[in-house]
């Protein structure tokens, strides 16, 4: 059986990166402003569903929101949940 030729392997440089840095303007923390309202959104939503399940049927509007409870808690959570990925 023949032998096959046996190749040198290049030395491979990687390809210097053509395109032209640019710095990131320096951002600064969170007003403490901002902690304050999603982690206010985040409780309200929790104590939304709380009371709902607790004493839903009693309060008037609630009772007629009926399913619509769950949306309007768990909104809140989601919106308070959000805000925490811009929170610096």
């Given amino acids: 059986m023949p ?6 392997k290049d030395s ?6 053509r395109r032209t840095p640019v710095k990131a303007k320096a951002v600064g923390p969170s007003h403490p402003i901002y ?7 985040m409780v309200l939503g929790l104590l939304w569903l709380v009371v709902y399940y607790l004493a839903g049927d009693k309060i008037p509007f609630m ?4 399913g619509w409870n769950f949306a309007i808690g768990f909104a809140l959570m989601i919106v308070g949940l959000l805000m925490t990925m811009r929170w610096r």
């Fill in 63 to 66: 009772a007629d929101l009926s």
């Fill in 3 to 8: 032998k096959s030729k046996v190749r040198k």
């Fill in 12 to 17: 491979h440089t990687p390809v210097a990166d």
């Fill in 35 to 41: 902690v304050a309202v999603f982690l206010t959104l």
